[in-house]
């Protein structure tokens, strides 16, 4: 945020923080070791809230569960913000001396009286107020968010309400104080700091910036192509459009993973030449021309990878490969040699220094002092800087160092896909603690919590739509039905049900997902879905498809 | 970086150790003080990373004051403290302490450092006769109050059968020395699922489940984190037990790696054990800010789809009963 995509504190911080709001997080299955941490913050006395629509086993653990209707967010965190204002526990001083567009926001969040986000949300008024005030007056406090903020189709102004926040509090750019986005995949943060989003170069560097370009092309001596390309939800438009008709796929598999998989599966089958390079025979791999074996990342090769806390951390290699699967950088370079570039056989720590050499926030960060400090947390500039525990300490400088952090004001906007008479309830999506996305790695082993799928309910939505505990029953949205086990679950309040992906050979589940993406991330709107239930006892109505 | 600020600013603490004058910082244990001079102090339940709980009774030293002997684990340093630490009371208390567990559990597992210590103290379990026989399953039923008087040629036992009830970990208690890390790792000094406590108490007292019902019935989430604690092999990942049992377990061909678990955002250090180029153990290392040595179910145990990859079969083997 504010110009470089990480999370702002450490792991450390939630330890010795007074107020802790899990934000569409349930920290507890998903980051379970980052749990850890935020428990030690409880039994240090911190104030603990989760705002989830589920009663999750993270929100077991907090003082207040507030739990939000699916896409409400935003709802809520303005309700959250009028509060702070009316009742004058805004942070003027550093409003006033940190941030710009503080007066549009005001207005914006006025139209969110209290009432009104009960309405939207389903929080009670005097919950939202108890929240706003505790997290104003706290000395240190910290929102912690994930998918559940993330996987909607304005994602990104979830995100911009929850940062609003902080600058609203000043609980930014202070020991203790901060904003995190949880990562979901062990790189995700290290593959978008290396440059692996349409719109940056390695280390946060606009590639339509013409200074930032030249740089990289005068050490890779070549010219690099000056505007952003497509996200992966760009990438599938331009598929359906036919500008896309090559995909090389490097350890995904979006034939399992992609909202709307009818969709996804027909525009991946229509391609020309599709080129996976995975450690598996994914169900995507099983759709190419081309599969490249590769070498397990995390076990049989050496590199980095950076974590939600943005500490870049060595991985190394413990196992030799199958026969046949090799390292990802020497199957990348035989590609470029075939295609007429020479590049060498560089070692990963020999692309790690090139890194280093184009990425001022990489710098200072050689092979031997990760060893040596046990990873480095960006930025990182020279060899004697000891990395940076928090960021934005310069917004507390007087005057502010460099540019001011921007309020932006953004509005509620429910879910895309609309609950309706035939579609009445809510389907959200997340993760079970001992399975991981669809299942590809988690399948290989054998943990005695795993139950297979099953379409999480109340027990009065089961009462009401007449499908019992255990039974199989249709799950159908507009896009299409599978046939799942209920299960009754206290954690899902009337209206709300809940799925994983982890089974997809199992229950498609992904059959049932929305792909409205949101325009700026490109992610999908899994956390929200219209289904209906039916019991498969009786002749059930044709479904829509 | 706070704990280095009030280190910095701590005070400084006299006092006496085996006649030795020292200065340590406020706040330090006796332990701690013991340790930077380089004493050797036997510890068993005590753990960097746990509260200390004073159970095992081994690093007692003798405090000038004190009617009884002091735990040092967890015992504050205060200023003029006089500590003995090798005095004939010390060893002879030490000595009895391990002579009791050598002579009733099964050690042959703990550490080289614990066999050091039984020589050093003149550690002597045969003079206690041979072990008596068990019932299998008995410790479980013991009830209070329902002894026999023991018999007193044979030395009384913790011997039971191992308890196997899932693919991830096994539970041989007859090597239990009820040092509770395990119980401190699955409650509040780290995972806080509370799925296992002490039950029974004197000699029966034993680490148990609710109502000693089977892990896949107890509110185990099979983090590992007590495997991670146990420093008698009580608690073992079911692929070294498996091993063990098959004599194939050969801790010199193991090569230790650290890298990065492969799951989550977390960034949690994974020390994999590989023998003859597989996964046989995952520890993580206590000393590292971000897991302090505990870990989750995915990252403990969830690395065997790197060895059974099958290509053909297009997903790895799901070995999912």
């Given at each position: 945020?504010?110009?470089?995509?990480?999370?702002?504190?450490?792991?450390?911080?939630?330890?010795?923080?007074?107020?802790?709001?899990?934000?569409?997080?349930?920290?507890?299955?998903?980051?379970?070791?980052?749990?850890?941490?935020?428990?030690?913050?409880?039994?240090?006395?911190?104030?603990?809230?989760?705002?989830?629509?589920?009663?999750?086993?993270?929100?077991?653990?907090?003082?207040?569960?507030?739990?939000?209707?699916?896409?409400?967010?935003?709802?809520?965190?303005?309700?959250?913000?009028?509060?702070?204002?009316?009742?004058?526990?805004?942070?003027?001083?550093?409003?006033?001396?940190?941030?710009?567009?503080?007066?549009?926001?005001?207005?914006?969040?006025?139209?969110?009286?209290?009432?009104?986000?009960?309405?939207?949300?389903?929080?009670?008024?005097?919950?939202?107020?108890?929240v706003a005030h505790t997290y104003a007056r706290a000395d240190r406090a910290q929102i912690c968010w994930t998918l559940g903020?993330?996987?909607?189709?304005?994602?990104?102004?979830?995100?911009?309400?929850?940062?609003?926040?902080?600058?609203?509090?000043?609980?930014?750019?202070?020991?203790?104080?901060?904003?995190?986005?949880?990562?979901?995949?062990?790189?995700?943060?290290?593959?978008?700091?290396?440059?692996?989003?349409?719109?940056?170069?390695?280390?946060?560097?606009?590639?339509?910036?013409?200074?930032?370009?030249?740089?990289?092309?005068?050490?890779?001596?070549?010219?690099?192509?000056?505007?952003?390309?497509?996200?992966?939800?760009?990438?599938?438009?331009?598929?359906?459009?036919?500008?896309?008709?090559?995909?090389?796929?490097?350890?995904?598999?979006?034939?399992?993973?992609?909202?709307?998989?009818?969709?996804?599966?027909?525009?991946?089958?229509?391609?020309?030449?599709?080129?996976?390079?995975?450690?598996?025979?994914?169900?995507?791999?099983?759709?190419?021309?081309?599969?490249?074996?590769?070498?397990?990342?995390?076990?049989?090769?050496?590199?980095?990878?950076?974590?939600?806390?943005?500490?870049?951390?060595?991985?190394?290699?413990?196992?030799?490969?199958?026969?046949?699967?090799?390292?990802?950088?020497?199957?990348?370079?035989?590609?470029?040699?075939?295609?007429?570039?020479?590049?060498?056989?560089?070692?990963?720590?020999?692309?790690?220094?090139?890194?280093?050499?184009?990425?001022?926030?990489?710098?200072?960060?050689?092979?031997?002092?990760?060893?040596?400090?046990?990873?480095?947390?960006?930025?990182?500039?020279?060899?004697?800087?000891?990395?940076?525990?928090?960021?934005?300490?310069?917004?507390?400088?007087?005057?502010?160092?460099?540019?001011?952090?921007?309020?932006?004001?953004?509005?509620?906007?429910?879910?895309?896909?609309?609950?309706?008479?035939?579609?009445?309830?809510?389907?959200?999506?997340?993760?079970?603690?001992?399975?991981?996305?669809?299942?590809?790695?988690?399948?290989?082993?054998?943990?005695?919590?795993?139950?297979?799928?099953?379409?999480?309910?109340?027990?009065?939505?089961?009462?009401?739509?007449?499908?019992?505990?255990?039974?199989?029953?249709?799950?159908?949205?507009?896009?299409?039905?599978?046939?799942?086990?209920?299960?009754?679950?206290?954690?899902?309040?009337?209206?709300?049900?809940?799925?994983?992906?982890?089974?997809?050979?199992?229950?498609?589940?992904?059959?049932?997902?929305?792909?409205?993406?949101?325009?700026?991330?490109?992610?999908?709107?899994?956390?929200?879905?219209?289904?209906?239930?039916?019991?498969?006892?009786?002749?059930?109505?044709?479904?829509?498809? | 970086?706070?704990?280095?600020?009030?280190?910095?600013?701590?005070?400084?603490?006299?006092?006496?150790?085996?006649?030795?004058?020292?200065?340590?910082?406020?706040?330090?244990?006796?332990?701690?003080?013991?340790?930077?001079?380089?004493?050797?102090?036997?510890?068993?339940?005590?753990?960097?990373?746990?509260?200390?709980?004073?159970?095992?009774?081994?690093?007692?030293?003798?405090?000038?004051?004190?009617?009884?002997?002091?735990?040092?684990?967890?015992?504050?340093?205060?200023?003029?403290?006089?500590?003995?630490?090798?005095?004939?009371?010390?060893?002879?208390?030490?000595?009895?302490?391990?002579?009791?567990?050598?002579?009733?559990?099964?050690?042959?597992?703990?550490?080289?450092?614990?066999?050091?210590?039984?020589?050093?103290?003149?550690?002597?379990?045969?003079?206690?006769?041979?072990a008596a026989a068990t019932q299998a399953g008995e410790r479980d039923r013991a009830h209070a109050g329902h002894h026999h008087?023991?018999?007193?040629?044979?030395?009384?036992?913790?011997?039971?059968?191992?308890?196997?009830?899932?693919?991830?970990?096994?539970?041989?208690?007859?090597?239990?020395?009820?040092?509770?890390?395990?119980?401190?790792?699955?409650?509040?000094?780290?995972?806080?699922?509370?799925?296992?406590?002490?039950?029974g108490r004197g000699f029966d007292a034993r680490i148990s489940t609710e109502f000693a019902v089977g892990l896949p019935q107890?509110?185990?989430?099979?983090?590992?984190?007590?495997?991670?604690?146990?420093?008698?092999?009580?608690?073992?990942?079911?692929?070294?037990?498996?091993?063990?049992?098959?004599?194939?377990?050969?801790?010199?061909?193991?090569?230790?790696?650290?890298?990065?678990?492969?799951?989550?955002?977390?960034?949690?250090?994974?020390?994999?054990?590989?023998?003859?180029?597989?996964?046989?153990?995952?520890?993580?290392?206590?000393?590292?800010?971000?897991?302090?040595?505990?870990?989750?179910?995915?990252?403990?145990?969830?690395?065997?789809?790197?060895?059974?990859?099958?290509?053909?079969?297009?997903?790895?083997?799901?070995?999912?009963?």
């Amino acid at each position: 945020m504010f110009g470089a995509g990480g999370g702002t504190s450490s792991y450390r911080e939630v330890e010795e923080t007074d107020v802790i709001i899990l934000w569409g997080s349930n920290a507890r299955e998903t980051h379970p070791i980052f749990f850890h941490h935020v428990l030690k913050g409880v039994h240090r006395g911190a104030r603990l809230f989760a705002v989830d629509p589920r009663r999750t086993s993270s929100a077991e653990w907090a003082d207040i569960w507030l739990g939000i209707d699916v896409g409400t967010d935003i709802s809520l965190a303005n309700a959250m913000a009028r509060e702070i204002i009316h009742a004058g526990l805004a942070n003027m001083e550093f409003i006033e001396r940190a941030t710009t567009d503080f007066e549009e926001y005001r207005r914006t969040v006025e139209r969110y009286p209290l009432e009104r986000a009960e309405r939207e949300t389903g929080v009670p008024a005097a919950v939202i107020k108890e929240v706003a005030h505790t997290y104003a007056r706290a000395d240190r406090a910290q929102i912690c968010w994930t998918l559940g903020i993330t996987e909607h189709h304005n994602a990104v102004d979830n995100v911009l309400a929850l940062i609003n926040l902080a600058l609203l509090t000043g609980h930014v750019g202070r020991y203790g104080s901060g904003l995190n986005p949880l990562r979901g995949q062990n790189n995700v943060q290290g593959g978008g700091d290396m440059g692996a989003i349409p719109n940056k170069l390695p280390g946060f560097q606009d590639v339509e910036d013409p200074e930032k370009r030249a740089k990289f092309e005068r050490a890779w001596n070549c010219t690099v192509p000056p505007k952003r390309g497509w996200h992966l939800s760009q990438m599938f438009e331009a598929m359906e459009r036919g500008d896309l008709t090559t995909l090389y796929v490097i350890g995904e598999n979006p034939a399992q993973s992609e909202a709307d998989q009818k969709r996804a599966l027909h525009l991946l089958g229509g391609l020309e030449h599709l080129v996976v390079q995975d450690i598996f025979m994914t169900r995507t791999a099983r759709m190419a021309h081309v599969v490249l074996p590769a070498a397990a990342g995390w076990c049989e090769s050496e590199g980095t990878v950076t974590s939600s806390e943005r500490r870049v951390q060595r991985v190394r290699k413990a196992l030799e490969p199958p026969q046949g699967a090799r390292d990802d950088i020497e199957i990348i370079c035989e590609i470029a040699r075939r295609l007429g570039h020479d590049w060498g056989t560089p070692t990963a720590e020999q692309v790690w220094d090139e890194v280093r050499s184009l990425s001022p926030m990489h710098t200072g960060m050689s092979y031997r002092r990760l060893e040596e400090l046990g990873g480095i947390q960006w930025p990182c500039p020279d060899e004697n800087h000891p990395g940076s525990q928090f960021l934005h300490g310069r917004l507390w400088e007087n005057p502010v160092q460099g540019p001011r952090a921007p309020f932006s004001a953004v509005q509620q906007e429910p879910p895309v896909d609309e609950l309706s008479e035939e579609f009445p309830i809510r389907l959200t999506t997340g993760r079970r603690l001992d399975s991981f996305n669809t299942g590809v790695q988690t399948g290989g082993y054998s943990s005695p919590l795993r139950d297979g799928e099953f379409l999480c309910i109340s027990p009065e939505d089961g009462v009401r739509y007449g499908v019992a505990d255990g039974e199989m029953a249709r799950a159908s949205s507009r896009r299409g039905w599978v046939e799942v086990a209920i299960r009754y679950d206290a954690a899902c309040r009337p209206g709300l049900a809940f799925m994983t992906l982890h089974f997809p050979d199992e229950t498609a589940t992904n059959v049932l997902t929305i792909d409205a993406t949101d325009p700026k991330s490109g992610t999908a709107e899994f956390k929200a879905s219209a289904i209906r239930i039916e019991t498969l006892r009786v002749p059930a109505g044709s479904p829509s498809r | 970086m706070s704990t280095v600020l009030s280190r910095a600013t701590a005070r400084m603490v006299p006092l006496q150790i085996d006649g030795d004058e020292l200065q340590v910082p406020e706040g330090s244990t006796i332990l701690q003080a013991c340790r930077g001079r380089g004493l050797d102090t036997p510890t068993l339940c005590y753990l960097e990373t746990l509260t200390p709980v004073n159970v095992c009774r081994v690093c007692v030293v003798e405090v000038e004051g004190s009617r009884v002997l002091v735990p040092a684990c967890s015992r504050k340093v205060e200023p003029g403290m006089k500590v003995k630490t090798d005095s004939e009371r010390v060893r002879h208390s030490r000595r009895m302490v391990l002579e009791f567990l050598a002579s009733s559990v099964d050690l042959s597992l703990t550490g080289p450092a614990v066999k050091g210590w039984m020589d050093q103290y003149g550690v002597q379990p045969e003079r206690y006769g041979p072990a008596a026989a068990t019932q299998a399953g008995e410790r479980d039923r013991a009830h209070a109050g329902h002894h026999h008087p023991p018999d007193p040629s044979h030395a009384a036992t913790v011997r039971q059968p191992v308890k196997i009830d899932n693919e991830l970990y096994v539970r041989d208690y007859s090597k239990c020395i009820l040092c509770f890390k395990c119980v401190e790792a699955c409650g509040a000094d780290a995972q806080n699922t509370f799925a296992i406590t002490v039950a029974g108490r004197g000699f029966d007292a034993r680490i148990s489940t609710e109502f000693a019902v089977g892990l896949p019935q107890s509110a185990c989430v099979y983090c590992g984190n007590c495997i991670g604690v146990c420093p008698t092999g009580a608690l073992m990942f079911k692929s070294e037990y498996d091993m063990r049992q098959a004599a194939t377990w050969d801790e010199s061909r193991q090569q230790v790696t650290s890298t990065i678990c492969g799951y989550c955002g977390v960034g949690c250090t994974l020390d994999l054990h590989v023998q003859d180029n597989t996964i046989v153990k995952v520890t993580s290392p206590l000393d590292h800010d971000v897991t302090r040595g505990h870990l989750c179910i995915k990252g403990r145990f969830g690395f065997q789809f790197v060895q059974n990859r099958e290509p053909d079969s297009g997903r790895p083997r799901n070995p999912r009963p």
